[in-house]
């Protein structure tokens, strides 16, 4: 699918239960057995990729990480992680 922007519907059933449209499946990166994460916002709820949802909040959360521990290059997360094996 190639555009940017669509809309499509699922039925919700009994149990509150839908299916996932394959197109949206395909946007979300999703296959059976994957996980989904609904953030709710007032109104307003996005689904997303759980997996990839999870990267970013983790990514958030480090931000600023290295910086504050001295890594600003390559050379320094090579070295970094030379020195993590070395301890093992």
């Known amino acids: 699918m ?5 809309v499509d ?10 299916t996932i449209p394959k197109d ?18 007032g109104n307003v709820v996005r689904v ?14 480090m931000l600023g990480t290295a910086e504050s521990e001295g890594i600003l290059s390559e050379e320094d997360v090579a070295d970094f992680v030379t020195e993590l094996r070395s301890e093992a």
């Open 2 to 6: 190639s555009t940017k922007m669509f």
């Open 9 to 18: 519907n699922a039925k919700v059933m009994s149990k509150g239960q839908i």
């Open 24 to 41: 949206v499946r395909k946007v979300l990166g999703v296959d059976p057995g994957d996980k989904v994460t609904f953030i709710v916002e």
């Open 48 to 61: 997303v990729n759980a997996a990839s949802y999870a990267m970013q909040v983790l990514q958030s959360q």
